[in-house]
């Protein structure tokens, strides 16, 4: 089987196999004699920068922080220029200087890095459209591909908590030059600084599903838009089966920052699939982001806090009330994060108990929403949409793989195909007490690994981004034909040890 798809690129070539082998004592592993080479041999199996995709002449790109002006309030004209024109790739108008000042001053919390792709108005001056574009087109510092990245990070579900993740977002190509590489060059190049930086994971949400597979990115969680009638009355309405415990308390929105912080926190902790958010939520909860106006605050929005019977904090909810136009009376949840289920369901209590309301609906539920099997009337919770919302990139299998939930102890062998050459290659995966640990497949572990009767699967980077965080399971991508050339009696086995019992939930859109 091929693997690591660019041929001479990586070196986990089969081209090397030979001189490994010769190189490495028999009893050499982890573990055992032959530390050293076994360092060396761990080496070569460290993720490779992928090739950057060049630009096309007369383009240059540039990667660069945001910053603010030493007034500390106002950003420069340059990225100004880069914020509204990826605002205006995804068709939003064109923002004030109060806005993009508003939304600079977020992006800095963050640490946010920004890689726009300019026209060299020299070399454009030699093309039949140059004066034309220099004439009606924007000012020359706004970019014609727009790409942010920066890291938070993501709970896989492994023992040792969540690991860092590169996020990637306001990916944009102005119209006049699509289709010329632009996004490859951005793409490439940004995964290239991600490898370099040690990040084992890399992330982004899709507008288009048909994208991203090429970089090798999996779609790895959904979530649902829900539609819960609250009507009164236990055979229609809403009733959950048992009161949950402690109580829920009106709040003022600009006095929860500490409450967003620690609930997070928690749900951030408990919660594979789980992604670090960026400050916009805590402006937004605190009503201080107002999506619809960045230039005032929010003045819709309403809170509510769960407080335990010990007095802590279980988490928050946000909301607003979509008009009384809208039939029936309608709340729109915002935002609902709880540290456990109780306080879950203790929130979507307030919200069903608030008055002459008959419906709430949310866009970001969990696929494993515990508030329907509370219900003594299930279908009054409808699910209107399902949608996929994080997608996952491994950048370095060992330490991704060593950071993920598992199902129960076994072993199993790794056929990794990776084309841009970043990852892949042969592995073994031994899961103890739900830790993994992977070793790449080389020398004399390689010879003992292949005495042993494991079963093999045999994936792309992109399926394995897919299978990650347990959105899906090994015997839905076999029979999707995801598998390559991995037999059914292997599936059987390899699914016992990677299926996870839940879907994951991502509640960070970026
Ligand atoms: C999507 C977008 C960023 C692509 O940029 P681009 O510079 O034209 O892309 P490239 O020329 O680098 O294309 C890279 C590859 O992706 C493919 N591709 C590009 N856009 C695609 C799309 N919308 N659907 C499917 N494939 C696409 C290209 O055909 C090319 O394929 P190849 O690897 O076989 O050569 C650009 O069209 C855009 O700005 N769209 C509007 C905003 C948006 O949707 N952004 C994405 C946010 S997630």
Request: proline share 5%; glycine share 10%; hydrophobic share 40%.
């Amino acid at each position: 089987m091929a693997v690591n798809g660019k041929a001479g690129r990586s070196f986990w070539d089969s081209a090397h196999w030979p001189l490994m082998r010769r190189a490495l004592p028999r009893s050499s592993g982890p573990g055992t004699a032959g530390p050293i080479l076994w360092s060396i041999v761990a080496d070569l199996h460290a993720p490779q920068q992928p090739e950057i995709a060049p630009l096309a002449s007369g383009l240059r790109s540039e990667t660069f922080p945001v910053a603010m002006n030493p007034d500390g309030t106002t950003v420069d004209a340059k990225i100004a220029a880069f914020i509204r024109t990826a605002e205006q790739g995804f068709y939003e108008p064109w923002l004030s200087d109060e806005q993009i000042n508003h939304i600079g001053q977020v992006l800095i919390k963050d640490e946010q890095t920004l890689t726009g792709v300019y026209v060299d108005r020299d070399d454009a001056a030699e093309e039949s459209w140059g004066s034309a574009h220099t004439q009606v087109g924007f000012d020359a510092d706004h970019p014609v591909g727009t790409f942010l990245d920066y890291d938070k990070t993501l709970n896989a579900g492994g023992p040792a908590g969540p690991i860092d993740a590169r996020l990637i977002t306001v990916v944009t190509v102005s119209p006049s030059f699509r289709r010329r590489g632009i996004l490859k060059h951005m793409m490439t190049s940004a995964l290239a600084r991600a490898v370099k930086d040690g990040v084992p994971v890399a992330a982004l949400t899709v507008s288009e599903g048909g994208i991203y597979g090429r970089f090798g990115f999996g779609c790895a969680t959904r979530e649902a838009n829900i539609q819960v009638d609250l009507g009164e009355g236990h055979g229609e309405g809403f009733a959950l089966r048992s009161e949950p415990s402690g109580r829920v308390i009106s709040a003022d929105p600009v006095k929860l920052d500490e409450v967003i912080g620690t609930s997070f926190e928690a749900f951030h902790a408990r919660t594979r699939g789980s992604i670090g958010r960026q400050q916009t939520y805590q402006k937004a909860a605190t009503a201080r982001w107002n999506a619809e106006d960045l230039s005032s605050w929010n003045r819709k929005l309403r809170a509510a806090v769960h407080v335990r019977e010990d007095g802590t904090i279980g988490g928050y909810v946000t909301y607003r009330h979509e008009g009384w136009e809208t039939d029936p009376s309608t709340i729109r949840i915002s935002d609902l994060i709880a540290a456990d289920d109780q306080s879950h369901l203790a929130l979507w209590d307030y919200i069903a108990g608030l008055d002459i309301v008959r419906r709430a609906t949310m866009r970001t539920a969990p696929l494993a929403d515990p508030l329907q099997p509370a219900l003594l009337n299930p279908r009054s919770y409808k699910v209107t949409g399902l949608r996929d919302l994080l997608w996952v990139r491994i950048l370095d299998v060992v330490q991704a793989l060593q950071a993920r939930a598992w199902s129960v102890d076994g072993a199993f062998r790794l056929e990794l195909e990776d084309a841009m050459g970043i990852t892949g290659g042969s592995f073994t995966v031994r899961v103890h007490d739900g830790a993994a640990t992977v070793t790449p497949a080389a020398g004399a572990a390689a010879a003992e690994d292949s005495a042993e009767d494991l079963p093999t699967l045999q994936l792309s980077v992109e399926t394995l981004g897919s299978l990650y965080l347990g959105d899906v399971s090994v015997r839905t991508l076999y029979a999707a034909g995801r598998l390559k050339d991995t037999t059914a009696e292997d599936v059987e086995r390899i699914s016992r040890i990677m299926d996870l019992p839940t879907p994951p939930f991502c509640a960070t859109h970026f």
